[in-house]
């Protein structure tokens, strides 16, 4: 894969944070974190709640300023843009709790994501084309969708913005678990089109399914990196809770 | 892959709580050394500064009445002018029936703080901004209620009876007294208030208001609570404002200037501080004496300041003088002491 | 029933008022107390302009209308944006200490007489009758209708413009539209534009009709679009058209009843709607 040869050979992440130390009012929320999503990767962040996830993604998209450490995007430092400003250039997210415009319609919500576009593949009748039950409703008001359909209209918007990079903020959040499995299921659908995603899930066997690389965070620190070939079952466990007394495996490519 | 252990938590052992600092003892013997030598200006200064003071007791009061509203228990009211002028007729219609005015002074305020129960009544579930425009239509609402009554004045107003006979020296004095008296026990009972039980209240509200819900705090009961005694305290403030023109004039006591008054010299001086009201008040005196009063240049300029210290410097003059130095006049929080560190509130 | 026809008239011009006071509210949950003082404003530098170059009435709509739209946006995006960082109590304070200064500024700078535009047209300040009892100024038709069409026209322009979608969406979450590309500082600006554009049209509208003093911002103007905003519900236009109809014809009753009367009768409904259903008479959303 692409991915673990850039990762292998040097390249520069297409986007990064370092050292990032994020706080929420007095809480120390993120304490030092530390890493590198590179093109084409599934770059899943893993642990429970109160972890610190959400928070990271936040961070990383500008709606919450870190108090130390950077993000950067294509090797440029953005920690000091504004959120439109970054996805502009092509950071978009899909906020968690979906996040639609609840008195536009299906369709109006779409176009509020293509106005501020980046040349790109995403055009409206694509998304009509990628989910196809959305054409007969565009005109609705998203409130009468149900969570999935919600969730992919969300995603929707996101591409329509034609990012190189998509954050997922907890899709399966609120969903049946067979609607999660299909909307994840389109993932490789949208790699096609030269997409890098970076998601936060709380549900791990999924995450693992998906990722290319997972990064776990317990109360604010990494307590796990690497790919999901790579960890065994009880790593992931142990640093999902934070048991002691697991054993550490070093890789030769640590991918920083 | 890396693996990193986790942290513990500081225990906190050694924790000492205090009320308040060793000063709180000086400040209360210089209140009452300044309480004194005011209660004496009678007998040392002109009259015309007497009548000047009164007119700063007056906006001192409201100022604090508002602070304690806005600044401690959130609620924006730009109609407490209802009250004022509410404490002004009730004196006047005890006027009327033949009991001095001074003598009317303590019902006008209990009397402003019955009325202010209906009316919380009716505002009590608007938030913010729907609250901020609810009391301004009671209070316009309130003066052509009352303006339909002829009998108290209707639309022009009518002198203030009881006066007759009164020697004018002496009346300037009695009123001096009135305005200290009301002052002094304004801020004693706000101080009192926001020392106890409902200070603490209200902070919780401030940081955080579900939480302060879930934990058993009577959140509503507070606020309600604020709301009469600000009532109370705007209408005792209206009975010296009838006193001290010797008539009351719909136009003149349910005026919103006096929101404006009380809102600016509040910000200006300190919102959400005890002692904020007391600096913003010196501010206006001073600027309305230099700009030859009732001009509207002082409102005008009092305004422009208002806004510049509400967007720049949110705990106003005090406030910039409480970070510098880290004291407080009037202490109503507390002070934790960890080991060897202190930290504040 | 001239009464109630002169009402809803009237409730043109108020909702004309309102609806800049609802788009600044709905959109940036500002509550703007100087939202009269700016119309007022405004038909002052209508006066003015008109004094001062001759032009004829109408031009000065041309003029006036769009200058306090810039304004508007300038203002949002300095002060009030700034007060809105702060905090809900901040850009209450804000706005009042504005709605004070504007006010005794006027007072300083024009002393407290009242002043009217005048129209200059026989034909305006005449009335036409039906039967023999109903007579209904021109001009007050005239301004109903400008009324109908500016608050159509605000309706397009909110559901079918890219801006109009924006502010729509901005006014949901701000947030969500941030991270779709969208600054929402800008889009408050023009949210405020169109504030102040309108206001300053009912204004001008409103000196032709009436007389415009220093104090009529609040006196007046103010309530009766918070009057008109509450009673129709936040949140739709038309619901704002409505609920200055209402206004205006419950005010009218009052006046039949007691001409002194009117205004009162006013703030009596504004209150009981207040009091009994805050979200107003078409709302869809409940606001507690």
């Known amino acids: ?256 | 892959m890396s693996m990193v252990k986790e942290t513990t938590a500081v225990p906190v052992t050694d924790v000492r709580v205090t009320r308040s600092q060793r000063n709180v003892a000086w400040t209360a013997l210089v209140a009452l050394v300044i309480v004194i030598v005011l209660a004496l200006f009678p007998y040392i200064v002109y009259s015309g500064t007497t009548t000047i003071m009164v007119q700063a007791f007056i906006v001192l009061t409201l100022a604090s009445m508002w602070n304690l509203l806005a600044g401690y228990a959130g609620l924006v009211s730009v109609g407490q002018q209802a009250f004022v002028g509410i404490g002004a007729y009730f004196v006047l219609i005890l006027a009327l029936h033949g009991i001095s005015p001074f003598a009317a002074l303590p019902f006008a305020a209990i009397g402003s703080g019955a009325v202010a129960l209906p009316l919380w009544w009716l505002v009590s579930r608007l938030r913010s901004g729907y609250f901020a425009i609810a009391t301004w239509v009671l209070a316009a609402t309130v003066m052509l209620i009352i303006e339909r009554f002829s009998s108290i004045g209707g639309g022009t107003g009518m002198p203030l009876p009881g006066f007759t006979g009164l020697d004018p020296v002496l009346l300037t004095a009695y009123t001096y007294w009135a305005g200290l008296a009301v002052t002094v026990l304004a801020m004693v009972v706000i101080y009192l208030l926001l020392r106890g039980r409902l200070g603490l209240v209200l902070t919780a509200i401030r940081d955080d208001e579900v939480a302060a819900r879930s934990s058993g705090a009577r959140v509503g009961l507070a606020r309600l609570l604020v709301f009469v005694v600000a009532g109370a305290g705007c209408g005792a403030a209206g009975a010296v404002l009838a006193i001290s023109q010797l008539q009351v004039q719909p136009s003149a006591v349910f005026s919103i200037q006096w929101t404006a008054e009380m809102a600016f010299a509040t910000i200006i001086g300190g919102l959400g501080t005890i002692e904020g009201p007391i600096i913003g008040t010196a501010v206006f005196m001073v600027l309305q004496q230099t700009l030859q009063s009732y001009n509207a240049w002082y409102l005008i300029i009092l305004g422009l300041v208002a806004v510049l210290v509400a967007l720049f410097a949110r705990r106003g003059l005090w406030g910039l003088v409480d970070e510098r130095l880290g004291i407080r006049l009037f202490p109503v929080g507390y002070w934790l002491h960890t080991l060897a560190r202190e930290r504040g509130d | 029933m001239n009464a109630v026809i002169q009402g809803i008239l009237t409730g043109g011009l108020y909702a004309l008022f309102a609806c800049g006071l609802s788009l600044m509210f709905g959109v940036m949950k500002v509550v703007n107390l100087a939202h009269g003082d700016l119309a007022v404003v405004a038909g002052y530098v209508a006066i003015g302009v008109i004094t001062i170059t001759h032009v004829p009435v109408l031009w000065s709509f041309l003029i006036v209308v769009p200058v306090m739209a810039v304004i508007g946006y300038v203002l949002q995006r300095t002060i009030i944006q700034g007060a809105l960082d702060r905090s809900a109590l901040t850009t209450l304070l804000v706005t009042f200490g504005l709605s004070v200064v504007i006010e005794n500024g006027l007072l300083q700078f024009f002393t407290a007489n009242s002043h009217g535009i005048g129209v200059g047209l026989a034909l305006i300040t005449d009335s036409f009758n039906i039967g023999s009892q109903i007579q209904i100024p021109y001009l007050l038709v005239l301004i109903f209708a400008v009324a109908v069409v500016v608050l159509l026209g605000l309706q397009y322009f909110l559901s079918r413009s890219v801006y109009g979608r924006l502010i729509r969406a901005v006014a949901d979450d701000k947030e969500a539209a941030q991270l779709a590309g969208a600054d929402y500082r800008h889009v408050f600006g023009i949210a405020a534009a169109l504030a102040f554009g309108t206001v300053a049209l009912a204004g001008i509208a409103y000196g032709m009709y009436a007389q415009l003093a220093p104090t009529t911002g609040t006196d007046t103007i103010l309530l009766f679009a918070f009057a008109a905003v509450v009673i129709g519900g936040l949140g739709s236009l038309w619901g704002t058209l409505l609920g200055g109809i209402v206004l205006g014809v419950a005010q009218q009753i009052g006046a039949q009843i007691n001409i002194s009367d009117e205004v009162l009768a006013g703030y009596l409904v504004f209150l009981a709607v207040l009091v009994l259903r805050p979200q107003g008479l078409t709302s869809r959303r409940v606001r507690s």
């Open chain 1, 1 to 256: 894969m692409t991915a673990n040869g850039d990762r292998t050979n040097g390249g520069t992440p297409l986007l990064e944070v370092r050292d990032l130390v994020v706080h929420h009012g007095q809480l120390r929320a993120l304490e030092l974190i530390s890493f590198g999503v590179f093109p084409g990767e599934v770059y899943a962040i893993i642990g429970a709640n109160g972890a610190g996830k959400s928070t990271l993604l936040r961070t990383i998209a500008g709606l919450h300023q870190p108090t130390s450490g950077s993000v950067l995007f294509d090797g440029q430092d953005v920690t000091g843009l504004r959120p439109e400003r970054r996805a502009r250039q092509g950071i978009a997210m899909v906020p968690e709790g979906r996040r639609l415009f609840g008195s536009l319609s299906v369709q109006e919500n779409l176009q509020v994501g293509a106005t501020y576009a980046r040349p790109g593949p995403w055009t409206i009748e694509r998304v009509y084309e990628t989910f196809d039950w959305m054409r007969a409703r565009r005109n609705q008001r998203t409130a009468q969708l149900s969570g999935g359909e919600q969730q992919t209209v969300a995603i929707g918007r996101a591409l329509l913005t034609n990012p190189r990079v998509l954050l997922l903020d907890e899709l399966s959040l609120g969903l049946a678990p067979v609607i999660v499995q299909r909307i994840y299921g389109m993932l490789p659908q949208l790699l096609q089109t030269g997409l890098t995603v970076l998601l936060v899930e709380q549900d791990v066997s999924q995450a693992l399914r998906v990722a290319s690389h997972i990064h776990c965070l317990l109360e604010g620190r990494t307590t796990l990196e690497g790919r999901p070939a790579d960890v065994t079952a009880g790593q992931v466990e142990a640093a999902y809770f934070g048991l002691a007394g697991a054993a550490a495996t070093p890789q030769p490519d640590e991918g920083e």
